[in-house]
C-alpha cells in the first residue's frame, strides 16, 4: 500500500510534468519497491504538497494544496546608458512574482522595456485577474498556462512572470533543475554576446576593451549611418566575432546586403532583424542572397508566428518576455528545429530570474544574447553566472535562482 501510493505520486506527477519516471534526477526516484523513502532531501514524495503526503490513496487524486500568487513592481538601474536604434534609456521597468505553494516559493520576473508596451501598472492589473487557486496542484502546468495565456490577449511579459514562477515552483517540488528535466546539458551553449551600443567611437573602444576576457563574441548595435564607424572602431581593439543586429534599421534591400557583404569581410559572423518586421519578402530575397544567416527579433513573437517565417529568416530569437514563457519558448525552439531553422536565445534587460530560466532551455541552440543582467547594477537575483562567456545555469531546482537577501521580494 506505502509502495502503490508512493508509485503513484511519483507517477501522476511525473507525467504532468511532461516526463518520464526514468528520466528524473537521482534523488527523485525514491519511492522505489524496496527503498525505503526518505524523510528529508529532495525526494518527490517529500516535496509535493501536504495532500500528496498524508491524503489520497492509489489511484485517488492527484494532491493538492493552493497555490497564490504575489507580485512587486522594481526598477532596474542600468550600469550605461542603453542606445539602440531610435532610443535610449538609463532604467528598465519590472515586475518581479513569486507564486507560494505548502511551504515552497516560484519566483518569476516580468521585464517591461518601453518599447513594447507593456508598464508594470498594465502587469499587475493582468496578475490580478490570475485566479490560481482554481487549479488544485501546481504540476497541471499545461492546464494553468492555457488559462492564464486565455485571460487577456497580448501581455505577453505578464504572462512570462506566471509561466516562470511556476516553472520554478514545480522545479522546486520534484527537486530538479529544468534543465535535467528537458534532458539537457546545461554547459553545451553557445558563448553569449555582449552588447556594444551606438556611441561615439572613445565609449565604443572602453566598452569594447572592457569586454575582452569576459566574451568571445560581441553584439554589435547597427542600423543607422554609424554603422562602419562602429565596426571599425571595435575592429580597432579586437578580432572577436561580432554579430549584429539593426533592429529593423535598414530600409532598403540592395543597401542591406552591400552592407552585409561588408559586414562579412570585417568577421561578422550573423545578422539580426535587418529590415522592418513586416517587409517579409525583402528580408526572404536578403536571406536567399546573404552571405551571413539572417535572424528574425521584432518579425517573431509567438509560436504561431513560425510556420509564415519558415524560408524567409535563416532563424529566429526566442525571448521568453516576448512568447510568455519558458512552456511557449520550449515549443518554439523545438518546431524551429523540426522546420529546419536556426534557433537563438535571447533576452530583455533582465535581472537574474529571467536570465536563469533562459539558460535551462538553451543548450544545442546556434547563438546566445543573454547578458541581461550582466547589464544592471541591482540584480535582486542569484542564479545563472558568465563562466568563460557562457551563461550557465546553477545546479538548484526550479529555474535555479536565490533571491538576495537584501532585497524582500
Ligand atoms: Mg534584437
Known amino acids: 500500500m506505502q509502495y502503490s501510493r508512493r508509485h503513484f505520486i511519483k507517477t501522476s506527477a511525473a507525467l504532468a510534468t511532461g516526463l518520464s519516471v526514468a528520466s528524473l534526477p537521482a534523488g527523485v526516484n525514491a519511492g522505489q519497491k524496496g527503498m525505503k523513502p526518505s524523510s528529508s532531501g529532495n525526494s518527490l514524495s517529500s516535496l509535493l504538497p501536504a495532500g500528496g503526503k498524508t491524503g489520497g490513496k492509489a489511484g485517488g487524486k492527484a494532491p ?59 502587469v499587475i492589473e493582468f496578475l490580478k485577474k490570475v485566479d490560481l487557486s482554481r487549479f488544485s496542484t501546481p504540476m497541471h502546468m499545461e492546464d494553468i498556462l492555457t488559462y492564464v495565456d486565455n485571460i487577456a490577449i497580448n501581455n505577453s511579459a505578464a504572462k512570462a512572470s506566471v509561466d516562470i514562477a511556476l516553472h520554478d515552483l514545480v522545479g522546486k517540488m520534484i527537486g530538479a533543475p529544468w534543465h535535467n528535466m528537458y534532458g539537457l546539458d546545461k554547459t553545451e551553449v553557445p558563448d553569449t554576446t555582449f552588447t556594444i551600443g551606438i556611441d561615439n567611437d572613445e565609449v565604443v573602444k572602453e566598452k569594447t576593451r572592457e569586454a575582452l576576457g569576459d566574451f568571445n563574441i560581441l553584439k554589435v548595435k547597427v542600423g543607422g549611418p554609424d554603422d562602419k564607424r562602429m565596426i ?62 539572417i535572424f528574425a527579433d521584432e518579425s517573431v513573437q509567438r509560436l504561431s508566428d513560425l510556420h509564415r517565417l519558415k524560408g524567409v529568416f535563416s532563424g529566429i530569437n526566442i525571448k521568453l518576455m516576448k512568447c510568455t514563457g519558458m512552456r511557449e519558448a520550449w515549443k518554439m525552439r523545438n518546431l524551429a528545429e523540426a522546420l529546419g531553422m536556426k534557433v537563438m536565445m535571447g533576452c530583455m534587460t533582465e535581472t537574474s530570474c529571467a536570465i536563469s530560466a533562459a539558460a535551462q532551455l538553451y543548450s544545442g541552440m546556434d547563438f546566445a544574447d543573454l547578458d541581461g543582467a550582466l547589464l544592471i547594477a541591482n540584480d535582486c537575483f542569484e542564479g545563472a553566472t558568465l563562466q568563460n562567456g557562457k551563461i550557465i545555469a546553477s545546479d538548484l531546482p526550479g529555474i535555479g535562482v536565490v533571491p538576495k537577501k537584501e532585497t524582500a521580494i
Open 64 to 122: 493538492s494544496a493552493k497555490m497564490k500568487l504575489s507580485w512587486k513592481a522594481y526598477d532596474l538601474a542600468l550600469k550605461h546608458t542603453f542606445t539602440i536604434s531610435g532610443f535610449s534609456r538609463k532604467s528598465t521597468p519590472v515586475v518581479l512574482t513569486k507564486i507560494e505553494c505548502d511551504g515552497v516559493t516560484g519566483y518569476g520576473e516580468a521585464s517591461l522595456p518601453p518599447y513594447l508596451g507593456e508598464t508594470q501598472a498594465s
Open 232 to 293: 571599425k572602431a571595435i575592429r580597432s581593439v579586437t578580432d572577436l566575432p561580432l554579430a549584429v543586429d539593426a533592429n529593423q534599421g535598414w530600409k532598403e534591400r540592395g543597401e542591406a546586403l552591400d552592407m552585409i557583404h561588408w559586414l562579412k569581410e570585417e568577421g561578422i559572423v550573423m545578422v539580426e532583424q535587418p529590415m522592418p518586421k513586416l517587409k517579409l519578402d525583402d528580408i526572404a530575397w536578403l536571406t536567399e542572397e546573404s552571405p551571413l544567416p
